[in-house]
């Protein structure tokens, strides 16, 4: 099976930073990446599909690249309701694999 | 708008089953995948089984094949989780999934509340 690795773990930044979270398939999954938001105690929520296609509603603020296995999703200005985790989610075929998930905080 | 209702949870036993149940509304279910994601509390999401339009296509994690059977009822709009064989780690919220087909693929845009199963004796 693929498996997905996200990186950090977790980080604090400041209001207004630039935050870059990593996603690295262990094989070719295309494009077929998702992003999810889960904010604490809240339910998980789709941000980004087909690696930088951002779902309707969502901020500007956020964006999905790709280069060849790995994949980023940048804030490119924290905000405070910005604080959650963030997983990764590969979904070309079973088994849908998610990362372990990063989550960001307010320094 | 999409509603999707779960219900079924609650505390068991190891070994014991339990039959978790999602009602989905404001949209065509049976022309929608659908999947069930759990939660263990404090951890990430883990994906446990997905089962297309007509019920053709059945996936299963590994951790729960052989236990969990995932069936739906488009009649109803419906669908369903039976869990057997619980264990201890298959403790955690269950949310029931509408998938989003992307070229093919289908990646997860709309997640119902969660029902919590607790499996403890």
């Known amino acids: 099976d693929i498996q997905m690795t996200q990186s950090p773990s977790s980080l604090s930044a400041s209001v207004g930073d630039r935050v870059t979270i990593t996603c690295r398939a262990s094989?070719?999954?295309?494009?077929?990446l998702a992003w999810y938001q889960q904010k604490p105690g809240r339910v998980p929520k789709l941000l980004i599909y087909?690696?930088?296609t951002l779902q309707s509603g969502v901020p500007s603020r956020f964006s999905g690249s790709e280069s060849g296995t790995d994949f980023t999703l940048t804030i490119s200005s924290l905000q405070p309701e910005d604080v959650a985790t963030y997983y990764c989610?590969?979904?070309?075929?079973?088994?849908?694999?998610f990362g372990q998930g990063t989550k960001v905080e307010i320094k | 708008e999409v509603y999707l209702v779960e219900s079924g949870g609650g505390l068991v036993r190891p070994g014991e089953s339990l039959r978790l149940s999602c009602a989905a509304s404001?949209?065509?279910?049976?022309?929608?995948?659908m999947s069930w994601v759990r939660q263990a509390p404090g951890k990430g999401l883990q994906w446990v089984a997905s089962?297309?339009?007509?019920?053709?296509?059945?996936y299963y994690a590994d951790s729960v094949k052989g236990r969990f059977t995932v069936s739906r009822y488009n009649a109803k709009s419906s669908l369903y989780l039976q869990m057997d064989g619980l264990r201890p780690d298959d403790t955690a919220t269950y949310y029931c999934?509408?998938?989003?087909?992307?070229?093919?693929?289908?990646?997860?845009?709309?997640w119902g509340q969660g029902t919590l199963v607790t499996v403890s004796s």
């Open positions: 089962i297309s339009t007509s019920s053709s296509y059945i």
């Open positions: 404001g949209f065509k279910f049976s022309g929608y995948s």
């Open positions: 087909g690696a930088s």
């Open positions: 989610q590969k979904y070309n075929s079973a088994p849908w694999t």
């Open positions: 999934v509408r998938a989003e087909d992307n070229y093919g693929a289908e990646y997860f845009q709309h």
């Open positions: 094989q070719d999954i295309s494009n077929y």
